[in-house]
């Protein structure tokens, strides 16, 4: 029996555009798992992981991991049985040599990018969601210091990705400033390819 070509769908956006929430809705809607490097490396914190304790050293600067220690993670993650489908990638791949990683693991596994949505939302407002998801969630790097470095790196490792993935006819750029629920509906319709 041939196997199915496995799909990848890669959510693009910068800190605070809404891709964890989106992925979340995503995954019962496509019925494929949300594959968050973030919340990977979250946790391994909480359980105390050598893997763990080196990302926290960068993820509390605002830094990406190395580049060798998240393409190993995400290797390791996607070669489980819930991704024989494919997966909803969220926040990977973050830089080029990450991208470069993805493209030998889905011809390892036989897989394909199928969609590279891209939720845009303006500078002022992604800092004032980060700084009000600090309030609500408490998390060590949402703040301001921190948020501005992550805005950065956004900028100088994973934006240029969109360049990438436009020349491949992937991207298809969405309005992230708006209610959860039109975004969800405008993001299924893509991913559907309607
Ligand atoms: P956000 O999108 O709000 O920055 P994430 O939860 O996706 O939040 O990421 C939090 C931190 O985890 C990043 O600032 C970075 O340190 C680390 N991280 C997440 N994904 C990657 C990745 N693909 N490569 C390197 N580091 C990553």
């Known amino acids: 029996m041939t196997e199915k070509v496995k799909t990848f769908v890669v959510l693009m ?11 979340k809705l995503l995954q019962e809607q496509l019925n494929l798992p949300q594959v968050a490097t973030g919340d990977l490396f ?20 605002g830094d990406l991991v190395p580049d060798e220690v998240t393409i190993a993670m995400v290797k390791d993650r996607l070669e489980q049985d819930d991704c024989r489908s494919g997966a909803i990638l969220d926040g990977f791949p973050r830089s080029p040599a990450q991208a470069d990683a993805l493209n030998d693991l ?13 939720i845009y939302v303006d500078q002022e407002v992604l800092i004032a969601r980060l700084l009000k998801r600090a309030e609500i969630e408490g998390r060590a790097d949402d703040n301001e210091e921190t948020i501005r470095n992550r805005m950065n ?8 990705l969109l360049d990438y993935y436009s020349e491949k006819g992937l991207v298809v750029k969405l309005d ?18 309607n």
Not at 153 to 160: I, L
């Open 153 to 160: 790196v956004y900028k100088e490792s994973t934006a240029p």
């Open 13 to 23: 956006g910068a800190p605070g555009a809404g891709k964890g929430t989106q992925a």
């Open 106 to 118: 889905l011809e390892e596994f036989g897989g394909m990018i199928n969609v590279v949505p891209f």
């Open 176 to 193: 992230g400033d708006r209610p959860v629920d039109e975004v969800n509906n405008d993001l299924v319709s893509v991913i559907r390819g």
């Open 42 to 61: 979250r946790a391994n914190l909480k359980q105390e992981t050598e893997l763990g304790k080196l990302a926290k050293t960068y993820m509390d600067r």
